[in-house]
């Protein structure tokens, strides 16, 4: 998993609330256990007409949009089914943080897993970031500080500090497996020697 450190990006504004994860990225996507391939079909209902032509008028098809890292919603983003495609889409696309008044808990978990930084403001700090998003201008988020900064003003969030350093280091759950090997092994050979039975080798 990439380290997720400081971030700089024109935001995309999508004012929208109760964002399911069947809206991020539609059932019929979910046959492939990749995580690579579906950023082009994130939002697909948004993003296409029947035909499958690019719907020129929804914010993720338009420059500079279109290659924002940072996604600015609204309220209960993530709810529906727990699917952890819909992380991997956004990801794949090239969202990398999420900023919403709330989330769905299971997707929330699941943004940490997979790199992305949720991150949770009230609307009114929303409101005020969101004019950055219109005036196609960059704002900053630094994981260290907890802070996102934008012109000359700067909003603290809050964070788990063990999901900041899980995103800080890029681990995930097998990395964080691999750091407990030593342990892991000196327990299975006390195990062995003590009980030696439990094993058939």
């Not at 993003?47 to 690019?54: F, Q, T, V």
């Not at 914010?59 to 991997?88: D, T, V």
Request: charged share 30%; net charge neutral; aromatic share 10%.
């Amino acid at each position: 998993m990439q380290k997720f450190n400081k971030l700089r990006s024109i935001p995309a504004y999508l004012p929208i609330v109760n964002i399911d994860t069947d809206m991020l990225i539609p059932k019929q996507f979910l046959k492939t256990i990749k995580r690579t391939g579906l950023g082009k079909n994130l939002f697909f209902e948004m993003r296409y007409d029947d035909k499958g032509n690019i719907i020129k008028d929804f914010i993720l098809n338009q420059n500079p949009y279109n290659e924002s890292k940072i996604l600015i919603a609204g309220k209960n983003f993530g709810c529906g089914s727990s699917r952890e495609h819909a992380p991997w889409a956004l990801l794949d696309f090239g969202i990398t943080c999420v900023i919403s008044p709330s989330y769905a808990d299971i997707f929330y978990n699941n943004c940490f897993k997979n790199g992305i930084l949720p991150i949770i403001l009230d609307e009114q700090k929303i409101k005020e970031i969101s004019e950055y998003s219109n005036r196609k201008e960059e704002i900053e988020i630094d994981l260290v500080e907890q802070k996102i900064i934008f012109g000359n003003n700067k909003i603290n969030f809050e964070i788990d500090s063990f999901k900041k350093k899980c995103l800080l280091e890029g681990l995930d759950d097998i990395a964080l497996s691999l750091e407990k090997t030593d342990k892991i092994a000196n327990f299975e050979n006390n195990l062995k020697n003590s009980k030696p039975w439990i094993f058939n080798d």
